[in-house]
């Protein structure tokens, strides 16, 4: 869904934008969606809309009003969440991907060098504490945390593949949603705290 609608949405994101309604771009598979009287025999149209409901009717209807949301409040980064740069999807798919995977994954490529064993959890409180040089044990929930050290420790153990509520319990977040909002505050200021996401990844994979 999120994947979809980040591409629909490109013609509006470009400087200048390429048209001012999705729709109303020419080489996009959006105008089908749209309008099902323009529909390319090509495009199965059907795989996206099922996601919005059995009914194609009201599944089209609400899949533009997906697209709406996107141009008003503009569409979130799908790879934003994507475990080791390369898994985009829910906490049980990334688990049955990295069962697949695991040792056959490609040791030259980076991002897949931890699917198959990622460092716990009691391991990254370990880096994350000597990279800023601060106790394990303050990272409590309740606790009010000023520093970044918390949410570089939440946004590495999500990169490696930790669910957000084991990450909440271990970094003291009152929930999944406070790990997502550390995973953004990092993704927000990355030219600021990415050194500081390097030198945990450094210890970790020492």
Same mark, same amino acid.
């Given at each position: ?5 980040? !591409? ?5 994101? #470009? =400087? *200048?934008?390429?048209?001012? =309604? *999705? @729709?109303?771009? /020419? ?9 099902? &009287? ?5 495009? %199965?149209? &059907?795989?996206?809309? =099922? ?9 089209? /209807? ?5 697209? @709406?949301?996107? !141009?008003?409040?503009?569409? /979130?980064? *799908?790879?934003?969440? &994507? ?7 829910? @906490? #049980?798919?990334?688990?049955? !991907?990295?069962? !697949? ?8 490529? *980076? ?25 394990? %044990? ?9 520093? &970044? ?16 509520? %084991? ?40």
């Amino acid at each position: 869904m999120e994947v979809s609608r980040y !591409i629909h949405l490109n013609p509006l994101r #470009t =400087r *200048p934008p390429l048209c001012a =309604r *999705p @729709e109303n771009w /020419r080489w996009s598979s959006y105008r089908g969606y749209h309008r099902a &009287a323009v529909r390319l025999d090509w495009v %199965d149209y &059907a795989r996206v809309l =099922r996601e919005f409901g059995g009914d194609r009717v009201r599944a089209a /209807r609400s899949y533009r009003r997906f697209i @709406e949301a996107g !141009i008003q409040e503009g569409p /979130r980064r *799908p790879w934003a969440d &994507a475990v080791h740069g390369l898994i985009v999807g829910s @906490e #049980t798919f990334v688990d049955r !991907i990295r069962s !697949i995977l695991g040792d056959a994954a490609d040791p030259e490529l *980076p991002q897949a060098r931890g699917l198959a064993a990622p460092p716990d959890l009691e391991a990254i409180l370990s880096a994350v504490g000597a990279v800023f040089d601060v106790p394990v %044990d303050r990272w409590q929930r309740g606790r009010r945390i000023d520093d &970044a050290s918390r949410c570089v420790g939440a946004y590495v153990a999500r990169r490696y593949g930790h669910r957000a509520k %084991d990450i909440a319990v271990a970094f003291g977040y009152a929930g999944s949603s406070g790990v997502a909002q550390a995973v953004r505050r990092v993704e927000q200021d990355a030219g600021g705290l990415d050194p500081a996401v390097k030198k945990v990844q450094r210890k970790l994979a020492r």
